[in-house]
Antibody
Framework: EVQLVESGGGLVKPGGSLRLSCAASGFTFSSYSMNWVRQAPGKGLEWVSSISSSSSYIYYADSVKGRFTISRDNAKNSLYLQMNSLRAEDTAVYYC???????????????????WGQGTLVTVSS | SYELTQPPSVSVSPGQTARITCSGDALPKQYAYWYQQKPGQAPVLVIYKDSERPSGIPERFSGSSSGTTVTLTISGVQAEDEADYYCQSADSSGTYKVFGGGTKLTVL
């Protein structure tokens, strides 16, 4: 059974830092890309960052570029998100989500989030 | 930045058909996916590659695509289908993932 368990959330002051972790089990972690997706209280889903299976490709949403760093340790089956220079608008539940990459057809490559963790809450407030 | 547009809310009576749309300029070039999220829970994938249904998802959930709009259709809506629904796709390069703003489905 695929399991993704996030940890590391909490209350932090504006300008502070926090590191989120996601422990994966039930699948070959090193074969899948991984993602962080967040959801502000009462708001919709927002993709934050993706990392390929070997860490060769890393992408960020414009809203976090330069402040957040995604990384992974395939030996520990773990995904991380280092969050610096935190702002009030970063307050959200942060989900770890596995990325499913399908076969490309005519240059179109399927990519979706097939398993999600339960999320960890990050609150940025003074 | 690229955006996907969904109606904020849709209401239907039990047994009726609910249709939730999602519009975006890159949808003719990229697949769309749909997620269901109930209060306090993580999202669950209900449709992938525009119209495919994952195992375990009821047959009443279906998806379609036409030009710059994709549609999630729930036939014979049940009370348990009341939830927020999000479409997801990518920009034309496929690099940056994006979610629609979400649609709250209310079963009257």
């Amino acid at each position: 059974e695929v399991q993704l368990v996030e940890s590391g959330g909490g209350l932090v002051k504006p300008g502070g830092s926090l590191r989120l972790s996601c422990a994966a089990s039930g699948f070959t972690f090193s074969s899948y890309s991984m993602n962080w997706v967040r959801q502000a209280p009462g708001k919709g889903l927002e993709w934050v960052s993706s990392i390929s299976s070997s860490s060769s490709y890393i992408y960020y949403a414009d809203s976090v570029k330069g402040r957040f760093t995604i990384s992974r340790d395939n030996a520990k089956n773990s995904l991380y998100l280092q969050m610096n220079s935190l702002r009030a608008e970063d307050t959200a539940v942060y989900y770890c989500a596995r990325g499913y990459e399908g076969y490309c057809t005519n240059g179109v490559c399927p990519y979706y989030f097939d398993y999600w963790g339960q999320g960890t809450l990050v609150t940025v407030s003074s | 930045s690229y955006e996907l547009t969904q109606p904020p809310s849709v209401s239907v009576s039990p047994g009726q058909t609910a249709r939730i749309t999602c519009s975006g300029d890159a949808l003719p070039k990229q697949y769309a996916y749909w997620y269901q999220q109930k209060p306090g829970q993580a999202p669950v994938l209900v449709i992938y590659k525009d119209s495919e249904r994952p195992s375990g998802i009821p047959e009443r959930f279906s998806g379609s695509s036409s030009g710059t709009t994709v549609t999630l259709t729930i036939s014979g809506v049940q009370a348990e289908d009341e939830a927020d629904y999000y479409c997801q796709s990518a920009d034309s390069s496929g690099t940056y993932k994006v979610f629609g703003g979400g649609t709250k489905l209310t079963v009257l």
